[in-house]
């Protein structure tokens, strides 16, 4: 898995911290973060939270207005390559 920019169906875009493996299951996990302001969730949690998706989800084709899009789909672009 590429590590790094990556643009959710909804065009918000996210940083993929790192991937996990779940001790009891084996299942790969993807912890990523938003790279845009979310103020509704940091009131109800806390400044810099992740989240969490089993892999197998975060790169599966999801239908939009009968159209198979990805969940998320890797992004290169140089101004992130600072990050």
């Given at each position: 898995?590429?590590?790094?920019?990556?643009?959710?169906?909804?065009?918000?875009?996210?940083?993929?911290?790192?991937?996990?493996?779940?001790?009891?299951?084996?299942?790969?996990?993807?912890i990523y973060k938003a790279l845009y302001d979310?103020?509704?969730?940091?009131?109800?949690?806390?400044?810099?939270?992740?989240?969490?998706?089993?892999?197998?989800?975060?790169?599966?084709?999801?239908?939009?207005?009968?159209?198979?899009?990805?969940?998320?789909?890797?992004?290169?672009?140089?101004?992130?390559?600072?990050?």
């Amino acid at each position: 898995m590429k590590t790094w920019i990556y643009k959710h169906y909804k065009n918000k875009l996210y940083e993929v911290i790192c991937t996990w493996i779940h001790t009891e299951t084996n299942e790969t996990l993807v912890i990523y973060k938003a790279l845009y302001d979310t103020p509704e969730l940091t009131k109800e949690y806390w400044k810099d939270f992740c989240f969490v998706r089993p892999e197998s989800m975060f790169f599966e084709n999801i239908e939009i207005d009968w159209v198979l899009k990805p969940r998320f789909e890797y992004v290169w672009d140089k101004k992130y390559n600072e990050i």
